[in-house]
Structure formats: C-alpha cells, structure tokens
C-alpha cells in the first residue's frame, strides 16, 4: 500500500513539472492576420487597431478569422530588469493596451520574438529571457506567439524551442505557439509536442514562382498534421498586388487544401471586392477548418497537372485539380473514379460511391449535375477547380 502510494506521489510530482504544451489549442489551423508580409517594420498600434476594426467591419472575423498579430519590431530594448521594452513611439500605450482592444473585438491578441539573441530585424529577443518573456506575455494577454529562429548560431532547435514552450506553460496562459524556424531542422519530425503549427519553409514573396514552389514542398508532409499540430507553408500574400486574381484563388485554395494556418498579410482596410471574395470563400475555408484535420495529399501527379485530395469528416472529401502551367488545359475527370479515391496507406479511408454523394463545385457556389460520370474541366493557366463530395 504504501508503494503504491509513494509511486501515485511520485508521479504527481513528476507530472507536475513534466515539460507540456497546452491540450486543446489550435484544433483547427489558426486564422487571423499578421503584419509582416505587407507592413515589415512598420508597425504601430494605429496600424494594428485599424486592422482589428477592420477585420470586424470587412466580414473577416465572420468567416472565422480571429487572431491579429504583430511581427517584427515592435521592440526596441529590455529594461534594467531584462523586461522586454516595446517602442514607446509606435505603442505609445504599451502592449497591454492593444491587447485589451483586440479583445474587445472579440478577437485575439498575437506578437512575435526569436529564440536567437536578436529577431530577424535586429531588434531584441528571447534568448536567455525565455521564461521572463512569457510572463510578460500572459501577463499582457498574448494568446499566439510567432518565435523566430534569426541569430541563434549553434543552438539546438528543438531544445530552444521547448525552453520557450516551458517557459509559455509555466505563465499558465494558454498561447498558440508558432514555430518560425523555416523548416531547417525538420520541424513536422520533432515538433508535435513542443508548438502548435511550425514553419516548413523559408519566407513567402508576393510571386506566383515563390507561392507555388513553397506549395510544391507540402508533398510528403501530410502524414504529420493533425488537430494542434499543423504544417505551416507560411502566411497568405492574397491581395497584396503581386499575382493575378487567379493565382490568389489558387494559392488560397491550396492552403485551405493542406489545413494550412491562415494568416491573412494584406491591408485588410483596402480590400478590392476580389480580395474579399477570395479570402471570406466560406465553402474554401470549410475545407481548411474540417474537424478531422485531415492535410491534402498530391493523389495525381502529372507534373503541371496535379489532382489533391483532402479527406474531410462525415465521410465527405474535396478535390483540388491545380494546372500550375502557363497554358489552358482541358482535363477530363471522372468523379466516380474520385469517389472511390483513398490514400493507400490509411486503413480507416473508405472508397466510396458517387451515387451516395452530390458534387459541388467551391468557387462557383454550385452542385454539378452530372449526366456522365467523366466531365471535361476547362482550367485556366495558373488555374484550380476545388469539388467538394457531400453526402446526399
Ligand atoms: C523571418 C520570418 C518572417 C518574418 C521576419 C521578421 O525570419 O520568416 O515571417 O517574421 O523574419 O523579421
């Protein structure tokens, strides 16, 4: 009896400091806005005020968007104690008080740091002052901190990245935590238990080249996403001017195939209708936030012709056929072959019926009526067609 007692204590004790990330975070690939990609440097708490009203007022946060994060530079130095200091200039009110907004809106509050001594930009990071750091962050009502991996020299990823998770855990507030370390150390093979999405390449640009190589590296990563674990191909360029209307469905349709976080990087209070259309696509969006958190995989692979396939719950799938090339393609699809797609390496996937299901085309908001099973598809260059099987 009392062996059994002292082995019930002991594990109390042990688990009562066993290194953990919170449960329950992030079930679905997080949604929201980061201000990187349009606003660099640029930061200020005007900025990021107008972009949480606006996310409000543009029908965003309707369409499940909710987080609204700073990146870089929001930092300027640490005080005598080793607080972290934000830019009185640009955050004349501190950090507290933006957060405070944001949650106001009925939205979320997200900053970023490094794990290296200084952030990509120069300014000061979490090295050394991890724990400290998330006090100061749960003390501000942070819940998604994005962690860099600038100047970091020999250090371990995995074992910097824990610190930052521990120290996260022992602020008792519950964070998303975003692993920014592009990929380098493999993060899909170490990561699960230590953040809750984690970069798997280097940075996006604003190019059809850059988002679909980035894309393209998705492939064989499928295996290790899942409910707060997510593969991160980085954040969307929608509407920031650089591709085509086409290619900014595309990119969105791929990263809602592959349950990518999404983190909207556009002027959210200069939004062209088109812009809009494409990134509150309720029906596109659905397929990112399916509660199976299921990625894509690449089921057919013809080079500039693909076919990806996205298991989603209730027994229902989407497909995305993608010609990535610079010419119209007309393909012909047979959707009973679709129906009874599956990977063969997951035994719980089902081939199924088409007779068991309607077809709905995701971007036209319509259900196919289909007289034959095999249809010809017109894609566009650059061009997707996203199909939804739903269960009649
Ligand atoms: C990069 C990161 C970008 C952005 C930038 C800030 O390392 O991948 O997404 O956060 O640093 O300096």
């Not at 988002?211 to 064989?220: A, N, T, W």
């Not at 990977?343 to 709905?360: A, F, G, I, Q």
Request: charged share 25%; net charge negative; glycine share 8%.
């Amino acid at each position: 009896m009392k062996k059994l007692t002292l082995l019930v204590l002991t594990s109390f004790l042990f688990l009562g400091v066993q290194a953990q990330k919170f449960e329950k975070l992030a079930m679905t690939p997080p949604m929201g806005w980061n201000s990187w990609n349009k606003y660099g440097c640029n930061v200020s708490e005007v900025l990021i005020m107008g972009m949480a009203d606006a996310m409000v007022s543009s029908g965003m946060k309707d369409a499940g968007y909710e987080y609204v994060v700073i990146d870089d530079c929001w930092q300027v130095s640490r005080d005598e104690n080793g607080e972290i200091v934000a830019d009185k200039d640009r955050f004349p009110h501190g950090i507290k008080y933006l957060a405070d907004y944001i949650h106001s809106k009925g939205l979320k509050f997200g900053i970023y740091s490094c794990a290296g001594t200084l952030t990509c930009a120069g300014r000061p990071a979490g090295r050394g002052h991890e724990y400290q750091d998330a006090l100061s962050y749960s003390r501000w009502g942070v819940d998604y901190l994005k962690y860099d991996w600038c100047n970091t020299g020999t250090q371990d990823a995995k074992s910097s990245y824990s610190i930052m998770r521990d120290g996260l855990f022992a602020a008792k507030r519950p964070i998303v935590f975003s692993i920014c370390e592009w990929g380098s150390n493999k993060p899909w093979e170490w990561a699960g238990s230590v953040g809750n999405l984690w970069r798997t390449t280097g940075d996006i640009s604003d190019s059809w080249n850059s988002m679909i190589s980035i894309f393209s590296q998705q492939k064989d990563l499928a295996k290790y996403a899942g409910p707060g674990h997510w593969n991160d191909p980085d954040m969307l360029e929608v509407g920031n001017g650089g591709m085509t209307t086409e290619e900014y469905k595309t990119h969105f349709s791929l990263w809602c195939m592959v349950a990518a976080p999404l983190l909207a990087g556009n002027d959210l209070q200069n939004m062209s209708p088109d812009t809009k259309t494409i990134l509150t696509n309720k029906e596109i969006i659905a397929l990112d936030q399916d509660v199976l958190g299921k990625q894509a995989t690449c089921w057919r692979d013809n080079g500039n012709y693909q076919i990806w396939m996205k298991m989603l719950s209730n027994n229902e799938k989407a497909f995305c056929l993608l010609n990535s090339s610079d010419e119209k393609k007309s393909v012909l699809v047979d959707f009973a072959l679709l129906a009874q797609a599956r990977n063969d390496w997951d035994e719980n996937e089902k081939p199924m019926s088409l007779n068991n299901y309607t077809v709905r085309d995701l971007w036209e908001h319509k259900d196919l009526t289909l007289k034959e099973s095999s249809i010809y598809v017109d894609l566009l260059p650059h061009s997707v067609k996203v199909y939804r099987f739903n269960r009649k």
